[in-house]
């Protein structure tokens, strides 16, 4: 992935469908808990990701034109990248910096679901979410745990 597709499709000068050319293959399992990423940084400048940034990823994940994967890759290359930036001292910043990590690590957080994404939009447009909490987190890690004993046969 380029950051340069990144910001155009931000900036809807790319369709998603254009960005998703560019996005796959960006990611690739290295391991049983390593994941490797390919991203080509833009090297001068910034970009101020802003919440009518991330309601559009919410969107084209919604309606199916952005895949869990995808997400989470786009998540990674905000999170390490010198280009993309936000006020992470403002409300605003604080609700963007929270998904963004949601969205990178998915694995100790929230899932990457269609349920999540509505609940992010809202939290989004909002400022209000009721739904990530610590009970919900809990929640998931008893499934796992139960669905990993039965499968042990405990």
Known sequence: MREQKLKEYLENSL???????????SQHKSGYDTTSFH?????????EITKSHLIKICDDFLQGKLHPMDVNTIAFAFMFSDYFTWNGESQDGKIISEIIYDWDNPEIGFDLTKENFEHWKEYLQTGKTDYFTKEELKKKFRGVKKNRMKRNGF
């Open 15 to 25: 369709t998603v469908e254009e960005f998703m050319m560019d996005l796959e293959n």
């Open 39 to 47: 991203i080509e940084q833009i090297e001068e400048g910034e970009f």
